[in-house]
Structure formats: structure tokens, C-alpha cells
């Protein structure tokens, strides 16, 4: 796993001061094409519950600039919040995670390590565990995902 900087992405950049707007935070933000279509997934993210009026309300606040940054050509969009298990796809999206369980694949041994998130940086994460804080650097967690989302 890695820790990448955001490459600039106009789309996301416009939609993610919305997000923050309505007290969520954009995760991650998919644009494909399928059939003549512009498929979108956004991904948004906030402390505790993300309800199915988050998401709504994002989907209604997003949808004018959607339309101005593909204009003219169909659109769909699905909103969804992160999930129970989801699959961290890169490091800076630990720095969401703050207090959730997560799941780490290490390269050094064999098998997953758990613990709450305590903590993360550009280097790696801090995992709270039963034997107390454990610093994971990026290079050894093949994988990692959500484990919980507790309050």
C-alpha cells in the first residue's frame, strides 16, 4: 500500500467543497462511460452514520455540476456511504478512519492484524490493539480494510 498525493481531478475538486458543505466528506469519486452513459460513484463519509438522506442530499447538491462538467450527455449517478468492509484503496484514506477497526494484510507474516485505527500519516497507520499501539508503516500492509464502523 501506498501513500499517493491526489492527482488534481476538477470533477472531484468541485464536488468535494459540496460535500463538506452538507457535513460529509467525499471518499471517492468514479466516472466511467458505459452505453452512452456517464456512470458516476460517489463514495462520502461522516463520523458516525451516513444515512440515506446524506445521500440523497448530496446526490441533489451534485447534480447541477455534474451537468456542467458533462454537458449534454446522460447522466447516472449512485452515492453510497464506505461500507462495513471496505477495501482502503490507499493510504490517505486512513485519515477517515480514525477510531473504526480495521483489517491489515502484512507482508512481513502471514495473515491479517487487527486493531482501531489510532492514528495515520504519509509513513504509515497506528493500530490500537489488545497489546497496546502498533505502528504499521505503509510497505508492509498488502491490504486493508474496514473491520467495523463504531460510533
Known amino acids: 500500500m501506498r501513500y499517493t498525493p491526489p492527482d488534481p481531478d476538477p470533477v472531484f ?18 466516472v466511467s462511460r458505459h452505453r452512452g452513459t456517464v456512470r458516476i460513484h460517489a463514495v462520502v463519509y461522516r ?5 440515506l438522506d446524506d445521500c440523497s442530499a448530496f446526490h441533489r447538491a451534485a447534480l447541477p455540476r455534474l451537468d456542467l462538467a458533462f454537458p449534454g450527455q446522460d ?11 471496505r477495501l482502503i484503496r490507499d493510504g490517505r484514506e486512513f485519515g477517515w478512519y480514525h477510531g473504526h477497526g480495521v483489517r491489515c494484510y502484512r507482508t512481513d507474516r502471514s495473515g491479517w492484524f487487527s486493531g482501531i485505527l489510532a492514528g495515520s ?13 502498533v505502528r504499521l508503516p505503509y510497505e508492509i500492509i498488502a491490504k ?8
Open 13 to 30: 475538486d468541485s464536488l468535494a467543497p459540496l460535500a463538506r458543505g452538507l457535513g460529509l466528506s467525499l471518499v471517492e469519486l468514479t
Open 144 to 151: 486493508a480494510r474496514l473491520d467495523d464502523l463504531p460510533q
Open 121 to 133: 500519516d504519509e509513513k504509515g497507520i497506528e493500530l490500537e490493539t489488545g497489546e497496546g499501539r
Open 75 to 85: 447522466l447516472y449517478m449512485e452515492v453510497s456511504s464506505p461500507g462495513i468492509d
Open 47 to 51: 463520523k458516525g452514520d451516513v444515512s
